[in-house]
Nanobody, 124 residues
Framework: VQLQASGGGLVQAGDSLRLSCAAS????????MGWFRQAPGKVREFVAA????????VYADHLQGRFTISRDNAKNTVTLQMYSLKPEDTAVYYCAADDYSEYVSRTEPRYGYWGQGTQVTVSS
């Protein structure tokens, strides 16, 4: 599967932003989907993930309540809606696909397919 993330940009603290990830090449519904992010000088971290059907989602504990993940299997897209953005949310955001795990995973090695990343910059 090929993944293309989009929607990043420069926003102010407190703004909202919606990231999208378009998938192509394989049956999208076969994959659990996740979002990860990497801030400058830091390791990549888990943000959110959603199950194949969209019935189950998990979030990084410190992000739950501000971020919402969703998917549309008919359109082969997964979306990350981000609210009340903070400067510490500044990072490159990556979407990823997992066709191995039975359940939604927070673990990066479970995801075998990655998009190119989209930059989100939050100014104070």
């Amino acid at each position: 599967v090929q993944l293309q993330a989009s929607g990043g940009g420069l926003v102010q603290a407190g703004d909202s932003l919606r990231l999208s990830c378009a998938a192509s090449g394989r049956t999208f519904g076969n994959y659990n989907m996740g979002w990860f992010r990497q801030a400058p000088g830091k390791v990549r971290e888990f943000v959110a993930a959603i199950s194949r059907s969209g019935s189950s989602a998990v979030y990084a504990d410190h992000l739950q309540g501000r971020f919402t993940i969703s998917r549309d299997n008919a359109k082969n897209t997964v979306t990350l809606q981000m609210y009340s953005l903070k400067p510490e949310d500044t990072a490159v955001y990556y979407c990823a696909a997992d066709d191995y795990s039975e359940y939604v995973s927070r673990t990066e090695p479970r995801y075998g397919y990655w998009g190119q990343g989209t930059q989100v910059t939050v100014s104070s």
